[in-house]
C-alpha cells in the first residue's frame, strides 16, 4: 500500500506541477488575449478614423470636381463672350474705316468744291477787274 501511495503522491506531484505550469499558461494566454483585444480595438478605431478620413477625401474630392467643372464652364462662357465682342469691335473698326473714308471724301470734295468757288471767283474778280 506504501507503493501505492507513493505512485499517488507521485502521481499527485507531476499533476500539481502540470496543473501549476497549465495555470501559467492559461495567464500568459489570458495577458496575451487582452494585449491582442486591445490591439484590435485600437486597430479598429484606427479603421474607423481612417474611413472617416476616406469618405471626407470623397466628398472633398466631388466637391473640387464639381468647383472645377464650374469654373470650366464659366470659363467657355467667358470665351465665347470674349470672341462675340472681339467679332464687335472688328465691325465697329470696320464701320469706322467705312466712316473715316466717307468723311475722307466729302472733305476732299468739299475742298475741290471749294477751291472751284475760289477760282471761279477770282477769275470772276480779274474778269471784272479789266
Given at each position: ?6 505512485a499517488?503522491?507521485?502521481?499527485m506531484?507531476?499533476?500539481?506541477k502540470?496543473?501549476v505550469?497549465t ?7 489570458i495577458?496575451?488575449l487582452?494585449?491582442?483585444e486591445s ?12 474611413e472617416?478620413?476616406?469618405?471626407a477625401e ?19 462662357n467667358l470665351d ?5 465682342k ?7 473698326e ?8 466717307e468723311?475722307?471724301?466729302q472733305?476732299?470734295?468739299?475742298v475741290?468744291s ?5 477760282i471761279?471767283?477770282?477769275y ?7
Amino acid at each position: 500500500m506504501l507503493l501505492q501511495r507513493d505512485a499517488l503522491e507521485k502521481a499527485m506531484d507531476e499533476t500539481q506541477k502540470e496543473l501549476v505550469v497549465t495555470r501559467k499558461e492559461r495567464d500568459d494566454n489570458i495577458r496575451q488575449l487582452a494585449i491582442l483585444e486591445s490591439r484590435f480595438e485600437d486597430l479598429q478605431k484606427a479603421c474607423s478614423r481612417l474611413e472617416g478620413d476616406l469618405e471626407a477625401e470623397r466628398s472633398n474630392k466631388s466637391r473640387v470636381a464639381n468647383r472645377e467643372e464650374e469654373v470650366r464652364q464659366r470659363e467657355e462662357n467667358l470665351d465665347r463672350r470674349l470672341q462675340e465682342k472681339d467679332r464687335h469691335i472688328e465691325e465697329l473698326e470696320g464701320a469706322l474705316q467705312a466712316v473715316r473714308q466717307e468723311c475722307s471724301t466729302q472733305l476732299h470734295q468739299t475742298v475741290r468744291s471749294l477751291e472751284g468757288c475760289i477760282i471761279g471767283v477770282q477769275y470772276t474778280a480779274t474778269s471784272d477787274g479789266t
